[in-house]
């Protein structure tokens, strides 16, 4: 009878790569993590922002053209 490692056959998985990649040592997986977290910080932070902007069109304090300026005497 054969092993379940035998029977999956010699191409691996995604997720077989991924460890054989990145997790497989320890400094290698932490520095993947930490700029996991700051790249997916930085779409999140840009896509929210571009979300609050569409929703907010005409609303915003840059959309009114009569605020900041002084009244003519």
């Not at 999956?8 to 996991?36: D, H, Q, S």
């Amino acid at each position: 009878m054969a092993s379940p490692a035998a029977a999956r056959g010699n191409g691996g998985g995604v997720l077989e790569g991924l460890y054989k990649v990145v997790m497989r040592r320890t400094p290698v997986y932490v520095t993947f993590v930490i700029v996991g977290a700051f790249v997916g910080e930085r779409v999140v932070d840009y896509g929210v922002h571009k979300l609050w902007e569409h929703n907010n069109i005409g609303k915003r304090y840059e959309d009114i053209p009569v605020l900041g300026q002084r009244q003519s005497e």
